[in-house]
């Protein structure tokens, strides 16, 4: 238990803390005023059942002298709004904590959420090429939900309710112990039998629970995702059948933890009837009248209708907590060890005057037992452009995330007109590169915010859009063709685009920034022919003005570059322009001529350039 508090609190901060104490505070006084409202009931009804109390009991006789009533009826009349107005003060309070326990909830699901969101998009590359994103956005989007909606929920609600529970044992015992000692084993030991009872199966659930969860999330991008393919290849049962599994999984443990939680209610209920009974039959032996055993038995009946439901609670508010425990080690997992691994915060560095490059670099992947790369040494001067070649798997990629310093080498370096980076001054280096993937990812937005990616409408700047499309080449097709020029909306919802339309805007989007080195990773690839040369056209456009590295799979497009760069088996084997590469190495020679044999070549197609 402590182990669990010590867990939940380490997802806080001190100010969340703080609240979590104001919280307690709140439950704390609400339980003591309905302790309190529970036992003004007794001389209330000391005094219906029998007036003569009223000068044989100390308390009674106290009241009767602070508020000097005339005659009986306006003392019961007096003592009969008292307890009215403590049990209206309860209520006001319960719904004052009410309001905070939920406001703290909620206000930890959107702090919890933004902070894993946080935590995860600072995590180094290495990070995502390991974890599923859609089992990242399932712990953001559902597992903080269920964290706070279930688990933390259920651990304040144990809280309020055992503190009210146990005080109002405590007044229990205070007025009949033995008889207040008989009925709280009675009932309590009920429900820890039960919940004891339940443990192993409880666990169980929560963890399909957990992988069922993960499983028909990540079931459900997947489809959406690869919808194209889906289609094509008729794989929707398949797909709704992979789906099924896990959902009717995770609906099923859900329905059978609701109600195992909901069980010993009516176990409880029979035994509530029976212990009144049981009281009263035990109170009128003991008291000798009906009258003298009415206060007690009317306390315990109003005792027992609060604390009944306050233990179905506890015990609903446990089974909760244990359905949804695999929830806190997840996000402490996620929350607290991950920052460890985070990126360090950047650090400026200028842009190249002479060069950069890769010193000495060899490079693993993680759990990977083979180096990827071995001892690659590149040095591309400012305003060259240059191209990395070789067959499929030789490093080009993992070569150019070095490049982009997204990588972090195993050994060796990157280096900045001679000088070694650090691993701070690497992620300061990325803002002087520009990247252009072989899929453009388009965000639902206008074609603006598409360019200006992650700029919001009144940061962006339309002068440096347009002039980024100008380059790219799309902006007569942007303002001419599309019904609401810049402000179109593409992606999801918006304006289809062809493969090359894409390709355009994301060179666009790369140049938005006016970055001094294009990288360029087989963003042509998977074009036609024709548009695939349109868009080369663009890219050598820039030669002189920017750094280019491009990756081509199709060598024809790359002759053109000052230096081609050839790899082989994770090793850089030659380097040169094209008609030096040509006549020095074997490698390069039969690539050009399985290129120009059509192996790389793909069939023209109707896509717009
Ligand atoms: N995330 C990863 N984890 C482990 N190994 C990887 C990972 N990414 C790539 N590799 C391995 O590293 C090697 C080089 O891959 P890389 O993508 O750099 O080659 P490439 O030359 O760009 O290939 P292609 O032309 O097919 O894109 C390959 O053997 C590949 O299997």
Redesign the pocket.
């Known amino acids: 238990m402590l182990t669990v508090l010590k867990e939940t609190l380490s997802l806080f901060d001190r100010a969340e803390k703080l609240e979590l104490a104001l919280v307690f505070v709140i439950v704390l006084t609400v339980a003591t005023l309905e302790v309190v409202g529970i036992a003004s009931i007794l001389p209330f009804l000391t005094v219906v059942s029998n007036p003569e109390m009223i000068h044989e009991q100390y308390v009674l006789r106290y009241l009767w002298g602070l508020l000097e009533p005339s005659d009986h009826n306006s003392f019961l009349f007096t003592l009969g709004l008292i307890v009215f107005g403590l049990i209206i003060l309860t209520n006001l309070f319960n719904a004052v904590s009410h309001w905070l326990i939920q406001r703290f909830i909620w206000l930890r699901h959107h702090s919890l959420s933004t902070r894993l969101l946080d935590r995860y998009i600072r995590q180094r590359w290495e990070f995502f090429?390991n974890r599923n994103t859609s089992e990242l956005s399932t712990n953001i989007l559902s597992e903080v939900q269920q964290f706070v909606g279930q688990f933390l929920m259920a651990g304040i609600q144990l809280l309020a309710q055992g503190l009210a529970g146990v005080l109002i044992v405590g007044l229990l015992v205070a007025i009949d112990p033995t008889l207040a000692v008989i009925v709280s084993a009675v009932v309590g030991g009920t429900y820890m039998l039960i919940f004891v009872a339940v443990r192993a199966t409880q666990i169980k659930l929560g963890h399909i629970r957990t992988s069922s969860n993960t499983a028909r999330y990540r079931h459900a991008t997947e489809a959406m995702s690869g919808m194209k393919d889906l289609k094509i290849l008729g794989l929707e049962e398949a797909f709704l059948r992979k789906y099924e599994g896990p959902s009717y999984r995770y609906s099923m443990a859900q329905a059978k933890n609701a109600v195992i939680a909901i069980t010993p209610r009516y176990f409880l209920e029979v035994l509530g009837f029976g212990a009144v009974m049981l009281i009263l039959l035990y109170e009128l032996r003991q008291q000798g009248t009906a009258s003298n055993a009415i206060p007690v038995v009317g306390v315990y009946a109003f005792a027992g209708f609060r604390l009944l439901p306050k233990m179905q609670q506890m015990f609903y508010s446990g089974s909760s907590m244990r359905f949804t425990a695999e929830t806190l080690s997840g996000l402490k997992r996620d929350l607290v060890e991950l920052q460890r691994s985070e990126e360090p915060a950047p650090v400026h560095v200028s842009a190249p005057i002479e060069s950069f490059g890769l010193r000495n670099v060899t490079f693993n992947?993680?759990e990977?037992g083979e180096p990827?790369l071995k001892n690659v040494n590149i040095e591309i001067a400012t305003l060259s452009s240059v191209a990395l070649v070789?067959?499929?798997?030789?490093?080009?990629?993992?070569?150019v995330d070095l490049l982009l310093g997204l990588l972090e080498p195993t050994s060796g370096g990157l280096v900045l007109d001679g000088n070694l980076l650090s691993a701070s001054e690497r992620i300061g280096w990325r803002s002087h590169c520009g990247y252009v993937p072989q899929q453009i990812y388009l965000t639902d937005d206008t074609i603006a915010g598409n360019i200006a990616f992650g700029e919001s409408a009144d940061e962006w700047s339309m002068e440096r859009i347009k002039k980024a499309a100008q380059i790219a080449q799309i902006d007569e097709f942007i303002e001419q063709e599309l019904p609401e020029g810049y402000l179109t909306v593409v992606g999801e919802r918006g304006v289809r685009l062809s493969g090359g339309q894409r390709q355009r805007l994301g060179i666009a989007r790369a140049l938005y920034n006016d970055p001094e080195i294009l990288v360029f990773d087989?963003a042509t690839s998977a074009l036609d022919n024709t548009t695939e040369r349109a868009i080369m056209d663009a890219i050598e456009q820039l030669a002189g003005t920017k750094t280019l590295v491009v990756?081509a799979?199709r060598l024809e497009t790359v002759r053109k570059c000052d230096i081609i760069f050839v790899?082989e088996k994770?090793e850089l084997i030659d380097s040169g322009c094209w008609d030096e590469l040509l006549s020095n190495c074997d490698v390069f020679r039969s690539m050009v001529s399985e290129d120009s044999m059509g192996k790389g070549r793909k069939p023209n197609q109707t896509a717009t350039p």
């Not at 070789?390 to 070569?399: A, E, I, L, V």
């Open positions: 090429l992947y993680p990977m990827t070789g067959p499929t798997g030789s490093g080009k990629t993992t070569t087989e990756i799979h790899f994770g």
